[in-house]
């Protein structure tokens, strides 16, 4: 079984600041990770994965998240937030053989003030 | 990049009508597609997983013979909710498998008055 907890369903920033969204997943097999981004009434867009390879990943927009397995954890971080990142953020977990049902997290607000 | 396109994304029926959402693959072939819904501030639940030319995998509690799957073809998947009621009111997204990841539609949203 997997399951994802994404501490915090708001987070607020200035524009400008960090920003740390937090994950942490359980998985009985190896897993792989995603971020995604939902925008009022819209689909998800892909922000990043982790599929095993390097464990710090970039992804667009200037996002970045690191897995750490000793830590079950794969916080997303922007060094600076721009107005326009404001949205719904969501953690995924899936297996890693082939391709695998994804498992969302709750979600997080990320609210930026000018 | 891949590009799944999903219609209408919005749609208003009477109570006890039938609505079908339409997911269509642009340029690639989607094998398997998966179904979400989603209430107003939260998170996506997977409500079923189709495969072209078989029969949709439901997830628990989800009733199948309320939301019909159909994965007629590789690039188009179909969502019908039949005889709705408001508590079907929500939205519902699509995702496709398309090279190493999922593309996703940019949802419907059914309101049932």
């Known amino acids: 079984a997997q399951s994802v907890t994404q501490l915090g369903s708001h987070v607020s920033v200035s524009e400008g600041a960090l920003v740390l969204l937090r994950c942490n997943y359980s998985?009985?097999?190896?897993?792989?990770l995603f971020w995604y981004v939902q925008y009022p009434n819209q689909g998800l867009q892909l922000l990043l994965k982790y599929t095993s390879a390097a464990t710090l990943v970039k992804g667009i927009n200037g996002f970045e998240a690191e897995f750490k397995k000793s830590e079950t954890s794969f916080h997303l971080t922007k060094p600076s937030a721009h107005m326009s990142d404001a949205a719904e953020y969501f953690c995924a977990v899936s297996g890693n053989t082939g391709f695998q049902k994804l498992v969302f997290g709750t979600g997080t607000r990320l609210l930026v003030s000018p | 990049g891949a590009v799944v396109s999903q219609h209408p994304s919005r749609v208003i029926c009477k109570s006890g009508t039938s609505v079908k959402i339409e997911c269509r693959s642009l340029d690639f072939q989607a094998t398997t597609m998966f179904w979400y819904r989603q209430f107003p501030k939260q998170s996506l639940m997977l409500m079923a997983t189709?495969?072209?030319?078989?029969?949709?995998?439901?997830e628990q509690g989800v009733e199948k013979d309320k939301f019909l799957i159909n994965h007629a073809s590789l690039t188009l998947s179909t969502l019908t909710v039949t005889s709705a009621h408001p508590e079907d009111s929500s939205f519902y997204i699509c995702?496709?498998?398309?090279?190493?990841?999922?593309?996703f539609g940019s949802g419907t949203r059914l309101t049932v008055v």
């Open positions: 995702s496709a498998q398309s090279g190493d990841g999922y593309t």
């Open positions: 998985s009985s097999v190896p897993p792989y």
């Open positions: 189709s495969n072209e030319g078989s029969k949709a995998t439901y």
